[in-house]
């Protein structure tokens, strides 16, 4: 079979999820046909709900591959930085459950899938608790909220620091985005205030809303996605610096709920797909972490109808069946 006869097609023989990554070679070598072959699609929209992210090349394509030993592997514009996005979520998140311990964070935030679109209202209202899980904007503005420190800006350097620990290297806010973001959130301001009615939210419903616009408005390069997610992968230890961000049993909480909630309502058909925990965000962004493994990590502005980068998902599907990545991949014994 030709490889190039479908954009959908894996390119080489299924591997079965099983032992280390594939030999960097390969990764490589896979990791480009990948790049070659989904720059060529010319599907889907820029977000423009957010003002200054329309403004992005729909031309802008990066692939990034890290294993746990600290190997990275990228293709296309792995070095152009834009704003994390919801891609904050899931780090944030881990930060808030490795200081208030899991159960507590459960208790807390939630962490079922609320079947419902990242930004409902009637997502709280349905839940008789009131609670929503992370990776939705009701329970990311809880999340951020819970951050310790007394006053905004603690909670803000408290997160900056902690994303940076991730990515391995110092994390910017964009000002611009930042900018952009705070004049256009008020449904955000809406649902942290309906929390706060609740008593979901556990500091000034504004101020936690601002801290969390600031997080998602930190600036990052597709391969730094991928060193946060191979951290994830490796029970919290970031493969580049080797320093323990979060322990083991936090990034076990993490990955779960990132399965069943990362992608919002159509995580379910993100796993049945591809079998692996991800989060994706409006910038064009999609963290994917295979355990034990490493960190894999697209980006490309234009978006499906579901929010997702229609290039990322499409690369990430792909190289999660022929590296071998899906959780869910086995064979019998013979």
């Known amino acids: 079979m030709n490889s190039h006869s ?24 896979l990791l480009t046909e990948a790049y070659e072959r989904y720059a060529l699609v010319h599907e889907g929209r820029v977000a423009d709900y957010i003002p200054l992210l329309a403004q992005a090349s729909p031309d802008l394509f990066g692939l990034a591959v890290v294993s746990v030993d600290g190997d990275i592997f990228t293709a296309g514009d792995a070095d152009y930085e834009f704003s994390i996005q919801s891609v904050s979520k899931p780090f944030v998140f881990a930060l808030v459950a490795e200081a ?51 006053t905004a800006d603690a909670k803000w350097q408290f997160i900056q620091q902690g994303l940076s620990r991730f990515a391995g290297r110092e994390l910017q806010l964009d000002g611009e985005v930042y900018a952009s973001e705070t004049a256009s959130n008020r449904r955000n301001q809406g649902i942290a205030k309906l929390l706060a009615g609740y008593d979901r939210m556990y500091f000034e419903p504004l101020e936690a809303t601002d801290v969390y616009t600031r997080q998602c408005s930190l600036n990052v390069t597709v391969t730094d996605l991928a060193v946060m997610s191979a951290t994830l992968a490796d029970g919290g230890i970031n493969p580049i610096t080797q320093q323990r961000v979060v322990s083991a049993d936090t990034c076990k909480r993490v990955l779960a709920v990132l399965a069943t909630a990362g992608l919002y309502e159509h995580s379910g058909e993100w796993l049945y797909d591809i079998g692996l925990p991800a989060k994706s965000g409006v910038s064009g962004g999609i963290m994917t972490a295979a355990p034990g493994k490493g960190g894999l990590a697209t980006f490309s502005p234009p978006l499906d109808s579901a929010g997702n980068s229609v290039r990322g998902r499409r690369a990430t599907t792909m190289l999660s069946d022929v590296l071998g990545l899906n959780l869910f991949a086995s064979k019998s014994a013979e």
């Open 6 to 29: 479908s954009p959908d097609e894996p390119a080489t023989p299924v591997r079965v999820s099983t032992g280390r990554l594939a030999d960097g070679e390969q990764v490589q070598r």
């Open 100 to 150: 208030l311990g899991h159960a507590a964070a459960r208790e807390k935030i939630g962490v079922n899938n609320t079947g419902l679109p990242f930004n409902s209202v009637m997502a709280i209202e349905l839940n008789d608790d009131r609670t929503a899980n992370p990776m939705v904007n009701a329970g990311a503005i809880a999340t951020t909220s819970l951050i310790p420190g007394d």
